[in-house]
Nanobody, 124 residues
Framework: QVQLVESGGGLVQAGGSLRLSCAAS????????MGWFRQAPGKEREFVAA???????YHADSKKGRFTISRDNAKNTVYLQMNSLKPEDTAVYYC??????????????????WGQGTQVTVSS
């Protein structure tokens, strides 16, 4: 079983950057695909990016060029670097994990493990 704790959210002005972290614990982390999702008020949870245990990445088309997912297996941590932030990026960002889903899986229902979320607010 994997436990996930996100951090790094906050308030930032439009055009700014944030780096989110997701610290994972559990014996299966190294064999687990990790993903970032986000959910804005009144909207469905949206796929942002995912990374395999070996470092292969997959980003939502709308996030390519601005958001980058990475992981440090030695630290059991996954990161989401977010640049050129826009007000519409405001949401709660969630880290997710699952040992079986392909990184191209964008449906959050296929991920078994979730963090508590971290709020990102981008002011205009």
């Amino acid at each position: 079983q994997v436990q996930l704790v996100e951090s790094g959210g906050g308030l930032v002005q439009a055009g700014g950057s944030l780096r989110l972290s997701c610290a994972a614990s559990g014996p299966t982390f190294r064999a687990t695909s990790m993903g970032w999702f986000r959910q804005a008020p009144g909207k469905e949870r949206e796929f942002v990016a995912a990374i395999s245990w070996s470092g292969l990445t997959y980003h939502a088309d709308s996030k390519k060029g601005r958001f980058t997912i990475s992981r440090d297996n030695a630290k059991n941590t996954v990161y989401l670097q977010m640049n050129s932030l826009k007000p519409e990026d405001t949401a709660v960002y969630y880290c997710a994990a699952d040992p079986q889903v392909p990184i191209t899986t964008t449906n959050p229902n296929f991920y078994d493990y979730w963090g508590q979320g971290t709020q990102v607010t981008v002011s205009s």
